[in-house]
């Protein structure tokens, strides 16, 4: 059975940093696609940055130059580093996991956002 179980969330001030991981298990995901989204309180889900299996990855403009995306395929997990974070960051952040097929395109289209598999999501909220 597949699972991703997402961490690191909490609570941050404004400027600080925090390091979210996604383990997973049930299957390895080096030859997937990756993803981090996130869904702040009465928003839509939205999309912060996202990988293709060999490493070309795009980053959404909100987060460009603050966030960055990373993975260890030894321990089939993937990391997002998040720096000089915001008020405005605050949501539940998920990640997911694609086939190596999924475009950029399907991969970064919401709401649905062509993933095919999810995490539960961690709250991260930052204080001003």
């Known amino acids: 059975q597949v699972q991703l179980v997402e961490s690191g969330g909490g609570l941050v001030q404004a400027g600080g940093s925090l390091r979210l991981s996604c383990a997973a298990s049930g299957r390895s995901f080096s030859q997937y696609n990756m993803g981090w989204f996130r869904q702040a309180p009465g928003k839509e889900r939205e999309w912060v940055a996202v990988?293709?299996?060999?490493?070309?990855?795009i980053y959404a403009d909100s987060v460009k130059g603050r966030f960055t995306i990373s993975r260890d395929n030894a321990k089939n997990t993937v990391y997002l580093r998040m720096n000089s974070l915001k008020p405005e960051d605050t949501a539940v952040y998920y990640c997911a996991f694609a086939y190596s097929s999924r475009s950029f395109s399907e991969m970064t289209r919401g709401p649905r956002y062509d993933m095919d598999y999810w995490g539960k999501g961690t709250l991260v909220t930052v204080s001003s």
């Open positions: 990988f293709r299996w060999n490493g070309d990855g």
